[in-house]
């Protein structure tokens, strides 16, 4: 079996990364929204240890991840695992 990285994907089928800044929580979650609305398949991502209570304890996160999940879109996130956040990640 050979397994694909995210970016080995990209790269195989010619889609350009792009890096944005973006400021502002308003701007932050609009560009969020955008992206996510735009998956047709399966999400990966990654973040740190804060990453799982952020997506539970956000409403307007929690509403799009919520969104994904009802249009059979499949969500990957690699974080750390600590006591704090294992509650969320078990969620």
Do not use: W
């Amino acid at each position: 079996m050979l397994a694909l990285t995210p970016t080995d994907y990209i790269n195989s089928h010619s889609i350009p990364e792009m890096t944005r800044v973006i400021n502002g929580s308003e701007n932050v979650m609009a560009a969020i929204s955008q992206f996510l609305s735009d998956t047709k398949n399966v999400i990966y991502s990654c973040g740190d240890y804060r990453g799982p209570s952020i997506a539970i304890e956000v409403q307007e996160y929690r509403k799009l991840i919520s969104n994904l999940r009802s249009r059979g879109i499949n969500l990957k996130y690699i974080t750390e695992i600590t006591s704090k956040n294992i509650h969320y990640c078990k969620e």
